[in-house]
């Protein structure tokens, strides 16, 4: 019992902490592959925040094809070190390699998140201040745009009501019930 008291709040901060900026570098890497507004202030923030490590990262890891491979291998180091503290915390046997697998259905878990998160938080300043500029919908836009606009296709707006966010949620939680199964059964994840 000793040793749940306070491995339960260690493995909180851990997760906060790690989980933070890891989503920070996750946003960083979205919105530099979706081109969003450099010069918006969220987007300042978001370099500000991520620059003193990637700056490190590039030097060694460069990017391929437009895609920033250094945010990549930063999440993926970072979400592995996460997975690691907590196995270890709870007083299972883990190998680095375990942690580095188990790392990557975690991310992908994280990156449709962010677009489930993103487009409903749209849908809601769709509804309180319809139309009014904030430099979060703004990015939220650069965000959710690539998955709206092919729905938005399939599914146009009927007698004013946009049915395509709830289409692309539905979408996106099928892919999260279908694709992270069984890749946490071939990583053997136990975060499941």
């Avoid at 989503?23 to 919105?31: A, D, G």
């Avoid at 690691?84 to 390699?97: K, N, Q, Y």
């Avoid at 992908?108 to 309180?128: D, G, M, P, T």
Wanted: glycine fraction near 6%.
């Amino acid at each position: 019992m000793g040793s749940s008291y306070l491995t339960n709040p260690a493995v909180f901060l851990i997760q906060v902490v790690f989980g933070a900026y890891i989503m920070v570098v996750m946003l960083r890497f979205l919105l530099q592959l979706f081109k969003a507004d450099f010069y918006n202030p969220i987007s300042q923030f978001i370099v500000k925040l991520t620059a003193p490590v990637l700056k490190y990262l590039r030097r060694i890891i460069p990017g391929l094809g437009g895609l920033d491979l250094a945010s990549v291998v930063l999440m993926w180091l970072l979400k592995s070190i996460e997975l690691a503290l907590i196995v270890t915390l709870a007083g299972l046997p883990l190998s680095p390699v375990m942690a580095l697998a188990w790392a990557v259905p975690e991310l992908i878990k994280l990156a449709i998140n962010v677009f489930l998160f993103s487009i409903l938080i749209q849908v809601i300043f769709s509804w309180v201040n319809p139309g009014a500029y904030n430099p979060v919908t703004a990015l939220i836009s650069y965000l959710t745009e690539p998955i709206m606009r092919p729905v938005r296709k399939i599914i146009p707006p009927v007698g004013g009501l946009d049915l395509s966010p709830m289409a692309a949620m539905i979408g996106l939680y099928l892919l999260q019930m279908l694709l992270l199964p069984p890749i946490q059964a071939l990583t053997g994840s136990p975060f499941r």
